[in-house]
């Protein structure tokens, strides 16, 4: 797992398992014979995808940044999305001797089903946060567009995954951009889905970002590389151009939530594009 020092920060990577997505709908209009030299595609013409959290230890906090699928799919959505459940988000909190109890907050970066789907858990038969005790924070854009989805991404918000948090009192929502923390920032990001929201965190002259669905694949350094399950892929092009400008002028840090193969990366500028000038590889199953 890859880690950084972030001034009184500490940031790890933790890898929370895998699943398969449409190879297509991941790269949008880019051509398939382009982004399979990259991403080689199964028979069904799905390609693997990390689950990648952030763990955030400093200023008497332990914030995870979002938190995987979870354990909560049945049998025919394990099938449809190739679902690799090890390592377990459990397994990789204990490599450094901490449990789901041992969480303070839990940033969601939205609530689609491989973000926020291990936030809650079945116990009991019944729907329980499932880092007990945590307080969860969304974007209240997104907590809205979750419960009135356009047709596109009605299949991405499942009740399930968020409701319970709210019943159980521990949810709390943000408008905009803000500062929970000294040092950590959220900035919103309306391209890929209404309400996601990306995390900076600084310190000691250095800076990380966490993009979620903004960048979720190396490949989409390119600025023209836009998901097709975006729902606007001009402003996500815009949303794009504005980050890696910003972070290639503080040489920051940029974690990879989806790449397989990379965890963290430093992006440069490549004429009117942008490239990686460095990455740091994921350690992840085979």
């Given amino acids: 797992m890859a880690s950084l020092t972030l001034g009184a920060w500490s940031a790890r990577t933790l890898e929370t398992g895998y699943l398969w997505l449409d190879g297509g709908s991941m790269f949008g209009s880019v051509p398939k014979p382009l982004w399979s030299r990259t991403n080689a595609p199964d028979e069904r013409n799905r390609i693997r995808l990390a689950m990648r959290c952030l763990l955030l230890e400093g200023h008497g906090r332990r914030i995870l940044v979002d938190a995987g699928l979870g ?11 190739r679902v690799e459940d090890e390592p377990s988000l459990e397994k990789s909190l204990a490599e450094y001797s901490l449990t789901t109890a ?17 936030a809650t858990a079945l116990l009991d038969g019944r729907l329980v946060p499932r880092l007990p005790n945590a307080r969860y924070h969304v974007q209240q854009r997104n907590w809205e567009n979750a419960h009135a989805p356009n ?7 499942m009740p399930e995954n968020f409701d319970p948090l709210h019943a159980a009192g521990v949810l709390d929502r943000w408008d905009g951009a803000g500062e929970p923390w000294p040092g950590v920032e959220l900035i919103p990001a309306q391209g890929h889905t209404r309400g996601q929201q990306l995390v900076r965190i600084s310190g000691g002259g250095q800076a990380l970002y966490f993009v979620a669905d903004l960048i979720p694949l190396a490949p989409h350094v390119r600025i023209p590389f836009v998901m097709g399950y975006d729902i606007a892929a001009i402003e996500t092009m815009e949303e794009k151009r504005a980050l890696l400008t910003r972070a290639a002028a503080e040489q920051a840090w940029i974690c990879l939530e989806h790449d397989p193969g990379t965890a963290l990366a430093r992006a440069e500028a490549a004429g009117d594009d942008f490239q990686w000038a460095e990455r740091v590889p994921a350690i992840s199953s085979p």
Avoid: C, N, Q, W
Wanted: hydrophobic content about 35%; proline content about 3%.
């Fill in 71 to 81: 354990s909560k799919f049945d049998a025919k959505l394990r099938e449809i999305y």
């Fill in 102 to 118: 041992d969480i303070t907050d839990v940033l969601l970066t939205h609530l689609h089903f491989d973000h926020a789907g291990g």
């Fill in 151 to 157: 047709p596109r991404e009605r299949a991405s918000y």
